[in-house]
């Protein structure tokens, strides 16, 4: 079965400019999860969507956003982009029941000149 | 706010147990997790425990939890130089609206 697959792998912009990353989960997870991780720090939680809805939210500024679409899957765009944005975008998917863990894509490096 | 700590780095000979410690500060934590990063890879799960257990056991990997301390360490069995990466702790309530909080990952060393 796939993982969890995220796109772009790699993308590089320059400050100013917006982006979207998108999120493919696990075929039957209703949960996915964004998190940032820059180099040499853990994950950072940024959103969580259940069943198209937000669950919760990290302390990000609002130049951050989200949406899960019918079938699952979702984006998060960031605008105005800064050079402290560059970082590896994690997406993560699970059923979304308590106690099921969540599964990680390899990311997105995004690189901001 | 909730915080989680690991120590940077561990250095073991190829053969021998690692031992990988964590502590973590939120009490309302109900499944504590240990993920294994590669380079330039994403985040792999290794295994997770329930708050409610002290130990968990599966092939070459043993978690053990004190709860009343706070600390969740990882012991790998006969250490493999495939098992050199970043070993993440997160803590979280299963799943709830807050996420997992990450510690800073331990860089595992395997010295032939």
């Known amino acids: 079965d796939a993982g969890v697959t995220q796109s772009p792998t790699h993308l590089i912009k320059t400050r100013g400019q917006q982006v979207t990353l998108r999120c493919s989960p696990i075929?039957?997870?209703?949960?996915v999860s964004w998190y940032q991780q820059v180099l040499g720090q853990g994950p950072q939680f940024i959103f969580q969507?259940?069943?198209?809805?937000?669950?919760g939210r990290g302390n990000f500024p609002d130049r951050f956003s989200a949406r899960q679409f019918p079938n699952y899957s979702s984006e998060l765009n960031v605008n105005a982009l800064l050079l402290g944005d560059s970082a590896l975008y994690l997406c993560?998917?699970?059923?979304?029941?308590?106690?099921?863990?969540?599964?990680f894509g390899d990311g997105t490096r995004l690189s901001i000149l | 706010g909730e915080d989680v700590e690991q120590s940077l780095f561990l250095s073991v000979r190829e053969g021998d147990s690692s031992v990988i410690n964590c502590t973590y500060t939120?009490?309302?934590?109900?499944?504590l997790y240990w993920y294994k990063q590669e380079p330039g890879a994403g985040l792999q799960l290794l295994t997770y425990?329930?708050?409610?257990?002290d130990m968990k056991q599966d092939q070459r990997l043993t978690v053990l939890l004190n709860k009343k301390d706070k600390h969740l360490s990882l012991r790998i069995a006969d250490t493999q130089t495939g098992d050199s990466a970043i070993y993440f702790c997160?803590?979280?309530?299963?799943?709830?609206?807050?996420?997992?909080?990450f510690g800073k990952g331990t860089h595992l060393i395997i010295q032939p």
């Open positions: 993560a998917s699970s059923p979304g029941q308590v106690g099921q863990p969540q599964h």
């Open positions: 075929s039957g997870h209703k949960s």
């Open positions: 969507y259940y069943e198209k809805e937000e669950r």
């Open positions: 939120d009490s309302s934590s109900t499944y």
């Open positions: 425990i329930f708050s409610n257990m």
């Open positions: 997160a803590d979280g309530s299963g799943g709830g609206a807050d996420g997992l909080t």
